[in-house]
């Protein structure tokens, strides 16, 4: 069963810059996944960020940035911000069906 | 403005039946992909199932975990997504939240709706 990884915590200063990463437990992640990103705080639904690897949704501020790195999706934050402290999802969409990684929890420190 | 409201969401024992519904507003739901997703308490997002819109097929697809007891259906007049659910389980607590699918990606989220699956 493939399995979409994420680191499941991170720390982070105000005003630094942090990159998540998204990959698979067997082979890489290939841009025809078309990795996306999503952010939740508790208690709220989740909100997009990035779509398609590198394509910040609607509102979304620039500090927020996808990309690819190797064999994995990444996802920067530059400028961290205190209400960046959140939980951070990749998703993968594998055609047929569609993954979501364990999720990152993002402290800003 | 893009509205999606879930309802629908309660407690019910192992083994009976619910379902939810997802009323949208500000979009064309008749040309949208529509989805799925639960978070079970303190845990992370999981995709459940998705329709795609009737002019591609109307088809679905469904994660492991619910197939053969969940079925999504939708209602373009009503611009209404359903997901009825059987043989719940204790395992299918859960906040449900119906998303839009655009670009290989869930743009717009519902605020969600609680299933709680108790004896």
């Known amino acids: 069963q493939t399995v979409v990884t994420q680191e499941p915590s991170f720390s982070v200063s105000p005003g630094g810059t942090v990159t998540l990463t998204c990959g698979l437990s067997s082979g890489s992640v290939s841009t025809r996944y078309y990795p996306s990103w999503y952010q939740q705080t508790p208690g709220q639904a989740p909100r997009t960020l990035i779509y398609?690897?590198?394509i910040r949704s609607s509102g979304v501020p620039d500090r927020f940035s996808g990309s690819m790195l190797g064999n994995k999706a990444a996802l920067t934050i530059t400028g961290a911000q205190a209400d960046d402290e959140s939980d951070y999802y990749c998703?993968?969409?594998?055609?047929?069906?569609?993954?979501f990684g364990g999720g990152t929890k993002l402290t800003v420190l | 403005e893009v509205q999606l409201v879930e309802s629908g969401g309660g407690l019910v024992k192992p083994g009976g039946s619910l379902r939810l519904s997802c009323e949208v507003s500000?979009?064309?739901?008749?040309?949208?992909?529509m989805n799925w997703v639960r978070q079970a308490p303190g845990k992370g997002l999981e995709w459940v199932g998705l329709?795609?819109?009737?002019?591609?097929?109307?088809?679905?697809d469904y994660a492991a975990p619910v197939k053969g007891r969940f079925t999504i259906s939708r209602d373009d007049s009503k611009n209404t997504l359903y997901l009825q659910m059987n043989s719940l389980k204790t395992e299918d607590t859960a906040v449900y939240y119906c998303?839009?699918?655009?670009?290989?990606?869930?743009?717009?989220w519902g605020q969600g709706t609680l299933v709680t699956v108790s004896s």
């Open positions: 398609n690897i590198n």
């Open positions: 329709i795609k819109r009737k002019t591609d097929g109307g088809t679905t």
């Open positions: 998703v993968l969409y594998m055609g047929s069906g569609i993954l």
């Open positions: 500000g979009f064309s739901f008749s040309n949208a992909w």
């Open positions: 998303t839009t699918f655009d670009s290989a990606a869930f743009q717009y």
